[in-house]
C-alpha cells in the first residue's frame, strides 16, 4: 500500500482495511459483534418463518437464514483465534512465525552510547490477559465500550521513555540484570593497596621533612648572621673602647 503502519497484523479483504494499531480496537469489535449479529438475525428470521401472518416474507427471510449461518460459521472459524492471539497474547500476524525476538537496548557509558542485542523466545509486548486486553481497548472501562475512542498505547506510541510500547516484566529483568553486569566489571575508584596506606604517614612525614629541612637551614643561617653581626658589633665597640682607654692613657 506504500504506508508504513505501527503494530501492522493485516489486511483484511472482507472489510476493506488494514488492521494495525489504530484500527485494532475497532476490528475488535466486529469479530465480537458481527457473529452475534448473525445468531441474531437468524432467530429473527426463523421466527418470521414460524409466523403464519409473516408467511409472505419467506423468500427473504429463507435468505437471511442461509446468510446468517454462513457469516456465523466463517466467524467462528477464525474470530476466536484472532480475538485471543490479538487481545489475550498481544501478537501481530508478522509475529506468529517468529521463533525467537532479537531486542536492543540502548544504554549510555562513559565512552559513549552501546547497543546491547538480546534473544527472547518469548514474545516481549505480552504483558497478560488483563494487560494486553487493557493496552488494546483502553485503561477504564468507560473506554471499552466505545470503539472509535482510542486506548492510551495508540496516542503514547513512540513517546516512551526507551521504546514504542511497553515491554513484558521479564524484558525489563533481563535488561536490567545484563547491564549491571556489565557495570560491576568496571572499577570507578580503584581500592588502595594496604601497604600504601601503612607507607603513607612515613612517605608524609619524609616529605615533610625535606620541605623543612631547607626552612630550617636558612632559620640556622639567618640566626648564626644575627649571632655574627652582634660579635662584630661587640667587637667594634670593644674596639672603640679600647681606643678610648689607650688614649686616655697616652694623655695621661
Not at 409472505?56 to 429463507?62: G, K, N, R, Y
Not at 474470530?79 to 525476538?101: D, H, M, Q, T
Not at 488483563?130 to 498505547?153: A, D, S, T, Y
Request: hydrophobic share 35%; charged share 20%.
Amino acid at each position: 500500500m506504500g504506508r508504513c503502519f505501527s503494530v501492522y497484523d493485516h489486511y483484511c479483504n472482507y472489510l476493506r482495511t488494514t488492521v494495525y494499531l489504530r484500527t485494532m480496537k475497532p476490528y475488535c469489535f466486529v469479530l465480537f459483534f458481527l457473529p452475534l449479529d448473525a445468531v441474531y438475525s437468524f432467530a429473527v428470521s426463523m421466527a418470521a418463518l414460524c409466523d403464519p401472518s409473516t408467511r409472505w416474507t419467506a423468500p427473504f427471510a429463507a435468505s437471511i437464514v442461509f446468510s446468517s449461518l454462513a457469516i456465523f460459521f466463517v466467524l467462528m472459524m477464525k474470530s476466536p483465534y484472532l480475538f485471543k492471539r490479538l487481545v489475550w497474547k498481544n501478537c501481530v500476524g508478522p509475529e506468529i512465525c517468529e521463533a525467537r525476538w532479537t531486542l536492543a537496548f540502548k544504554y549510555q557509558e562513559r565512552c559513549g552510547t552501546r547497543l546491547l542485542l538480546h534473544n527472547f523466545e518469548k514474545n516481549p509486548w505480552d504483558l497478560g490477559p488483563k494487560e494486553n486486553f487493557r493496552q488494546v481497548f483502553g485503561q477504564h472501562w468507560w473506554i471499552w465500550l466505545f470503539f472509535w475512542w482510542n486506548p492510551e498505547r495508540v496516542s503514547r506510541y513512540g513517546n516512551y521513555s526507551d521504546r514504542d510500547l511497553p515491554y513484558a516484566n521479564f524484558v525489563t529483568t533481563e535488561f536490567m540484570d545484563q547491564i549491571m553486569s556489565n557495570l560491576i566489571s568496571v572499577v570507578i575508584n580503584p581500592p588502595v593497596p594496604s601497604s600504601t596506606l601503612e607507607e603513607g604517614p612515613s612517605r608524609r612525614q619524609s616529605a615533610r621533612s625535606d620541605t623543612e629541612r631547607p626552612s630550617q637551614q636558612r632559620s640556622d643561617d639567618a640566626a648564626t648572621s644575627r649571632v655574627g653581626a652582634v660579635a662584630q658589633h661587640q667587637r667594634g665597640d670593644r674596639r672603640s673602647t679600647e681606643g678610648h682607654s689607650s688614649g686616655h692613657d697616652q694623655s695621661l
